[in-house]
């Protein structure tokens, strides 16, 4: 075993190591730091889990909107398309929705938006309903352009729909 030696020369005789400061412990000194960090990492988490379920819960409009851009328009069936899409949302949000049909169906699209505007309650969603039970009214473009905007619009930003007058005195009656 060799022995170190120092260095011979003059000017590093009187060299002398360089000590190492100790780490910075990341640990809190005291017990109101751990607490907070504690409670800050709780909150943190209970944040993320909140977020996460209002991701998964919102899920059917992320599939709906998907559907709706595959709903092929050139064909003749893509205004019944579009009816049983919306339809099976408004089944999925109350399943009392699935019995809805005509003035008390455009009504509930409308009473689900925060600003109650009638957007369905209105001549083009009258004529859009009666194209589904009579082959004599065809919708054009425009408005069938117009219906995806709407419906597309609505999906995005439907809240949970208010009972419409015909499902409340269902509901009283049962």
């Avoid at 910075?24 to 379920?53: C, E, K, M, N």
Wanted: hydrophobic share 45%.
């Amino acid at each position: 075993m060799t022995i170190h030696k120092l260095p011979g020369t003059y000017m590093l005789r009187e060299l002398q190591d360089v000590t190492v400061p100790d780490a910075i412990s990341w640990q809190p000194q005291t017990a109101g730091w751990l607490l907070l960090a504690l409670l800050l990492g709780a909150l943190a988490l209970l944040w993320l889990y909140h977020r996460v379920q209002r991701w998964w819960q919102q899920r059917y409009r992320r599939e709906a909107q998907a559907a709706l851009r595959t709903i092929n328009w050139s064909d003749a069936g893509a205004s019944l398309a579009l009816f049983h899409l919306i339809k099976q949302v408004l089944t999925h949000l109350d399943p009392r929705h699935g019995k809805l049909f005509g003035m008390a169906l455009l009504q509930t699209l409308d009473n689900a938006m925060a600003d109650r505007q009638p957007r369905f309650a209105t001549e083009l969603g009258e004529r859009w309903l009666v194209s589904l039970v009579c082959d004599q009214v065809v919708l054009s473009v425009s408005d069938q352009l117009c219906l995806v905007s709407l419906c597309n619009d609505w999906l995005a930003h439907h809240q949970t729909p208010i009972q419409t007058a015909s499902l409340a005195t269902e509901a009283h009656h049962a």
